[in-house]
């Protein structure tokens, strides 16, 4: 059974630029997390869908952070325009349900400058 | 409000047994999980625990589960180098959202 994939695995760019990160969960999963992981702490969840629509996006900074996952398969998140402190590793995560397993993606280094 | 503390680095010998701890604030928490990240990876799921359970065993790891203090802990036992890497201790609160803890880097020296 494949993984989560993400891409791209690295991405430096500069303050104000924006940037976008693209995830396929496991075929099958209907829910869908993306997490932020700041050096050091543990990964924030950002938002999570079911299918194709929201569920909790409480944690979401708005005003730069979207994210769209139209089909209830892929997903894409952007940030724009970029902060230094967006500086994290951005994972995504898939379970085949609520509350069941979640299965990560290698996630997406990206670096502010 | 959830909160996850986890001691932030565990440093053993080979062969030894290995003492994760983790404290947790959400008595409502159904499951409380723990992860293991190599460098540049994503996240493993290591194993669970339910709420209503003391303890769980799978091979090697043994979780212990104290509600009445929120503390839970993660052994290893026969720690090897290549089980080096940081472990995370999480909960579920609210629909389905985990709750990290900030991780401990496990060192396993030969």
């Known amino acids: 059974e494949a993984g989560v994939a993400q891409s791209p695995r690295y991405k430096i760019i500069e303050k104000r630029q924006s940037v976008a990160f693209w995830c396929n969960p496991i075929s099958g999963h209907a829910t869908l997390y993306w997490y932020q992981q700041i050096l050091g702490q543990g990964p924030k969840l950002l938002i999570q869908?079911?299918?194709?629509?929201?569920?909790?996006d409480s944690q979401l900074p708005k005003d730069r952070f979207s994210a769209e996952r139209l089909k209830g398969v892929d997903s894409t998140l952007k940030i724009q325009p970029a902060k230094l402190e967006d500086s994290a590793v951005y994972l995504c995560a898939s379970s085949l349900v609520p509350r069941d397993e979640q299965y990560f993606g290698p996630g997406t280094r990206l670096t502010v400058t | 409000g959830e909160d996850v503390e986890q001691s932030l680095f565990l440093s053993v010998r080979e062969g030894d047994s290995s003492v994760i701890n983790c404290t947790y604030t959400?008595?409502?928490?159904?499951?409380l999980y723990w992860y293991k990240q190599e460098p540049g990876a994503g996240l493993q799921l290591l194993t669970y625990i339910f709420s209503n359970m003391d303890m769980k065993q799978d091979q090697r790891l043994t979780v212990l589960l104290n509600k009445k203090d929120k503390h839970l802990s993660l052994r290893i036992a026969d720690t090897q180098t290549g089980d080096s890497a940081i472990y995370f201790c999480a909960e579920v609160s609210g629909y389905s959202t985990l709750t990290f803890g900030k991780g401990t880097m496990l060192l396993v020296s030969p």
């Open positions: 959400d008595s409502s928490s159904t499951y």
């Open positions: 869908f079911q299918n194709n629509g929201v569920v909790d």
